[in-house]
C-alpha cells in the first residue's frame, strides 16, 4: 500500500534502506511531510501516532506494506 497524501504539491519521495525512524532508528517505511519539517517512521512508531501525524501533515508516503519483501535486488 501506498498512500500519498499531498494537498499542494507534487513530489516523488522515494524511501531508502538507509532511511532511518526518527524515533528509534530502525528503517524508515513512512514519511511524512509537515509545514514545520519532515519525519521518517519505521511500522511501529507511525502507527502509534498515526491519527496525530494525519492531521498534521499534508505528505505521507507509506511503504510498509513493503516490510519482510525481498527486494529486486535480492534476486
Given at each position: 500500500m501506498t498512500l500519498v497524501v499531498d494537498k499542494n504539491e507534487?513530489?516523488?519521495i522515494e524511501l531508502k534502506v538507509?532511511?532511518?525512524c526518527d524515533a528509534c532508528g530502525a528503517q524508515a517505511f513512512?514519511?511524512?511531510?509537515?509545514?514545520s519539517?519532515?519525519?521518517?517512521?519505521?511500522?511501529h512508531?507511525?502507527?502509534?501516532?498515526?491519527?496525530?501525524?494525519?492531521?498534521?501533515s499534508f505528505t505521507i508516503?507509506?511503504?510498509r506494506d513493503t516490510i519482510n519483501k525481498k527486494s529486486e535486488s535480492s534476486n
Amino acid at each position: 500500500m501506498t498512500l500519498v497524501v499531498d494537498k499542494n504539491e507534487s513530489e516523488e519521495i522515494e524511501l531508502k534502506v538507509s532511511d532511518r525512524c526518527d524515533a528509534c532508528g530502525a528503517q524508515a517505511f513512512v514519511y511524512v511531510k509537515g509545514l514545520s519539517g519532515e519525519l521518517y517512521f519505521c511500522g511501529h512508531h507511525y502507527a502509534k501516532n498515526e491519527e496525530k501525524l494525519k492531521s498534521w501533515s499534508f505528505t505521507i508516503i507509506d511503504k510498509r506494506d513493503t516490510i519482510n519483501k525481498k527486494s529486486e535486488s535480492s534476486n
